[in-house]
């Protein structure tokens, strides 16, 4: 079985072709940076324009990669939500138009189920169950996932995401758009151990997270600097803005680590997925892996991350999740129906 995978849920047009039987046959992204960065930010309006422009030449680039033509698809599935309203509606409307051309049923998925799923593309994808760290610019969750659909949220954000405080804090040190990725960077050359910033909920006990509070002492601290009205140097600028970033880097990175680690040790499971934009962190990736083979090692304890292109939005996660429940007996979409799903839980997917 052959399903075509279409993402538009925000800034980035991903189409895909996944193959049930031989993988993923390819896949096709085109990332909306350089429109927004000029606002500092995703416009919705502009970002549903550009999907429209992209989608027919993705479709047809990946086509072309794969060998094949539109009447070897038996599928459709598309990221019905959650998402911006009119970049998720006009994915639908395509993948729906396009499966009603080709009579072939549609497949309606939950971006944080393509997510979830995306680590299975790799070449040694991880076993159910596992535990289930997401974390991206919209959402940052821990779940307990039994199989395909069987998916038991144990705690999730409060607030801010940590992908969003990442992209909040980088626009406070005045890193261009989008934030988070150079605010990575920025903290390999910071010096550990300058600044501490506190831990929100690190020892709560529960699930949950917040990153609001952090945001905000990061700006606190910022804003003292600059309120000193001394003469700085702009290589003692950058040491500063660098030492923040790592500052800001490690408590994210602490409590997404302490928090994962807890939930593996109280439902006794020792695989951990991680997935979402934040998952390509190199800070993360490193204290993640340490501590679960430091931890459960002896009982079989690994990582598991997305491959690095699949980390963010894309339309390989897509087709895949799609596939997935298609063989797992979720019912398609008439090809006529049409809906997007703007708020959705993952819990109702």
């Not at 980035?12 to 606002?39: C, K, M």
């Amino acid at each position: 079985m052959r399903v075509l995978g279409i993402e538009s849920s925000c800034d980035e047009t991903g189409v895909a072709l996944y193959d049930t039987e031989a993988g993923l046959l390819a896949h096709a992204l085109f990332s909306q940076v350089a429109l927004h960065a000029e606002y500092g930010g995703v416009v919705p309006e502009l970002a549903s324009r550009d999907h429209i422009r992209r989608l027919v030449p993705l479709t047809r680039e990946v086509l072309k990669v794969s060998g094949r033509c539109f009447s070897d698809v038996d599928a459709i599935a598309y990221t019905q939500g959650p998402g911006l309203a009119g970049a998720l509606l006009t994915g639908c409307a395509f993948a729906t138009g396009l499966a009603s051309a080709l009579d072939v049923p549609v497949l309606p998925v939950h971006h944080l189920e393509g997510h979830l799923l995306s680590p299975m593309l790799a070449p040694d994808p991880p076993e159910f169950p596992f535990i289930a760290l997401l974390v991206s610019g919209g959402h940052t969750q821990l779940l307990r996932v039994a199989g395909i659909g069987r998916y038991e949220l144990l705690g999730e954000t409060l607030d801010d995401a940590a992908g969003e405080a990442f992209d909040k804090t980088a626009k406070l040190l005045g890193l261009a758009y989008p934030g988070g990725a150079a605010l990575s960077i920025l903290a390999r050359q910071g010096s550990p151990g300058r600044f501490t910033l506190p831990r929100p909920l690190r020892d709560s006990g529960d699930f949950c997270f917040s990153f609001a509070g952090l945001k905000t002492a990061a700006r606190t601290l910022i804003c003292a600097e600059d309120a000193t009205g001394k003469a700085v140097a702009e290589e003692e600028k950058a040491v500063f803005r660098a030492d923040v970033a790592r500052a800001f880097q490690e408590a994210v990175v602490e409590v997404l680590t302490r928090k994962a680690l807890a939930a593996m040790r109280a439902c006794g499971v020792y695989r951990l997925v991680v997935a979402g934009g934040v998952g390509a962190n190199w800070a993360l990736r490193q204290s993640l892996t340490l501590a679960v083979e430091g931890e459960f090692g002896e009982n079989g304890g690994r990582v598991h991350y997305p491959e690095l292109e699949f980390c963010t939005d894309n339309g390989a996660m897509i087709a895949f999740a799609g596939a997935m429940r298609f063989l797992h007996g979720a019912p398609p979409q008439k090809a006529g129906a049409f809906s997007a799903r703007p708020r959705w839980d993952l819990r109702e997917a």
